[in-house]
T-cell receptor
Framework: GQQVMQIPQYQHVQEGEDFTTYCNSSTTLSNIQWYKQRPGGHPVFLIQLVKSGEVKKQKRLTFQFGEAKKNSSLHITATQTTDVGTYFCAGRDNYQLIWGAGTKLIIKP | DGGITQSPKYLFRKEGQNVTLSCEQNLNHDAMYWYRQDPGQGLRLIYYSQIVNDFQKGDIAEGYSVSREKKESFPLTVTSAQKNPTAFYLC?????????????FGEGSRLTVL
């Protein structure tokens, strides 16, 4: 079946280091969405990418959609404690929204 | 404030009992969804509805039932037929049917089977 693989499952960083999570789809996607879920919370929409090769920025967050519309990445520059949580990608394949398993960002004490 | 309200936030159930999770939205959204979240996994779709009095099964509908009698409400019943119901349940809604819009989530209901 259709899948969206998201890696890594966890990433431990020191505060101030960068963080990146990657999503890869087995099929071409019509668009891809990114969500953030704080510990104990619910997913909150961050952004949607639609065009091939699209790059969008939100302050320290950079989102990319691959040329073939099969992969996407989220990069956070200089992480802060407020960035802690799990980041999910969700790709649209026709009428389905297919979720990655998430990458948990952990800030080392 | 507009949003999605789920209740209860925590629920404990004995084996063999049915339970119903409430989801109410005042965002005037057409589409509503129920997802299940287990640790280390992405969200899995249980049921969705694009219009009142109509709903479709998602990927893991077995052991669950829903109704959509009002636009604002989409309750989920976890039946005794669901073999492993302990999970975090998330209700969501969107402005357009199913295929383009962002999802707005409620705060979730955590169900534990004793």
């Amino acid at each position: 079946g259709q899948q969206v693989m998201q890696i890594p499952q966890y990433q431990h960083v020191q505060e101030g280091e960068d963080f990146t999570t990657y999503c890869n789809s087995s099929t071409t996607l019509s668009n891809i969405q990114w969500y953030k879920q704080r510990p104990g919370g619910h997913p909150v929409f961050l952004i949607q990418l639609v065009k091939s090769g699209e790059v969008k920025k939100q302050k320290r967050l950079t989102f990319q959609f691959g040329e073939a519309k099969k992969n996407s990445s989220l990069h956070i520059t200089a992480t802060q404690t407020t960035d802690v949580g799990t980041y999910f990608c969700a790709g649209r394949d026709n009428y389905q929204l297919i979720w990655g398993a998430g990458t948990k960002l952990i800030i080392k004490p | 404030d507009g949003g999605i309200t789920q209740s209860p936030k925590y629920l404990f159930r004995k084996e063999g009992q049915n339970v119903t999770l409430s989801c109410e939205q005042n965002l005037n959204h057409d589409a509503m969804y129920w997802y299940r979240q287990d640790p280390g996994q992405g969200l899995r779709l249980i049921y969705y509805s694009q219009i009142v009095n109509d709903f479709q099964k998602g990927d893991i509908a077995e052991g669950y039932s829903v109704s959509r009698e009002k636009k604002e409400s989409f309750p989920l019943t976890v039946t005794s037929a669901q073999k492993n119901p302990t999970a975090f349940y998330l209700c969501a809604s969107s402005t357009v049917p199913a295929n383009t819009g962002e999802l707005f989530f409620g705060e979730g209901s955590r169900l534990t089977v004793l």
